[in-house]
């Protein structure tokens, strides 16, 4: 399975973007597809995942209420929409893929990555 992240940029702080993840090679189902995001300087942390058989994510405290990720079984397809956006939001986002029903907060549990989609907000 082959992921790529798409969808960063530069935005105002309380703006919107949208990032999205397709895959190639096979389909999500049976995947568990979770974002990810590393600030320069820190550790890589949990965003949001989503399980293909399922229309709800799970989200970070963080993150919660402002970000919704979502997938387009037709596209294979999956998406996080961020409302809301904050300075601290600033990172590289990277989907990820796991071969399972369940997803985890763990990123060394998933198998697949994609390249990464830097998201910055300005104050």
């Known amino acids: 399975v082959q992921l790529q992240a798409s969808g960063g940029g530069l935005v105002q702080a309380g703006g919107s973007l949208r990032l999205s993840c397709a895959a190639s090679?096979?389909?999500?189902?049976?995947?568990?597809v979770g974002w990810f995001r590393q600030a320069p300087g820190k550790e890589r942390e949990f965003v949001a995942a989503?399980?293909?058989?399922?229309?709800?994510?799970y989200y970070a405290d963080s993150v919660k209420g402002r970000f919704t990720i979502s997938r387009d079984i037709a596209k294979n397809m999956v998406y996080l929409q961020m409302n809301g956006l904050k300075p601290e939001d600033t990172a590289v986002y990277y989907c990820?893929?796991?071969?399972?029903?369940?997803?985890?907060?763990?990123?060394?549990?998933?198998?697949?990555w994609g390249q990464g989609t830097l998201v910055t907000v300005s104050s």
């Open positions: 090679g096979r389909t999500f189902s049976d995947y568990a």
């Open positions: 990820a893929a796991r071969r399972s029903r369940i997803f985890s907060t763990a990123g060394d549990r998933y198998d697949y």
């Open positions: 989503i399980i293909w058989s399922a229309s709800s994510g």
